[in-house]
């Protein structure tokens, strides 16, 4: 059966650093991503990677979010520094059944986890 967990969310300051981790069991993806979504908002791209080395951010995060993936243990991570009280959502990590799907379309992602809050004070 394949899942995707993720984990690493918490309360923190503005200016602070989280990081998030989501592991998957039940199959390799080439392509995971994680998004995000605020409380009456879409959900929105943050940031993705597809085999190793390709990595895709929102502009929004760019320069402070690092998405990065451990094969070995099956798990992807988002490291997030410098927060801001705007990146306060419950994030999702997703992946991608084929590597040929859109990177920033929340649909072409078929797996899904169950998300886990952020909050960033101010």
């Known amino acids: 059966q394949v899942q995707l967990v993720e984990s690493g969310g918490g309360l923190v300051q503005a200016g602070g650093s989280l990081r998030l981790s989501c592991a998957a069991s039940g199959r390799t993806f080439s392509t995971v991503a994680w998004f995000r979504q605020a409380p009456g908002k879409e959900r929105e791209f943050v940031a993705a990677?597809?085999?190793?080395?390709?990595?895709y951010y929102a502009d929004s995060v760019k320069g402070r979010f690092t998405i990065s993936r451990d094969n070995a243990k099956n798990t992807v991570s988002l490291q997030m520094n410098n927060l801001k009280p705007e990146d306060t959502a419950v994030y999702y990590c997703?992946?991608?059944?084929?590597?040929?799907?859109?990177?920033?379309?929340?649909?072409?992602?078929?797996?899904w986890g169950q998300g886990t809050q952020v909050t960033v004070s101010s």
């Open positions: 990677i597809r085999w190793m080395i390709s990595t």
């Open positions: 997703a992946a991608q059944q084929y590597a040929s799907g859109d990177i920033y379309d929340p649909n072409s992602y078929v797996y």
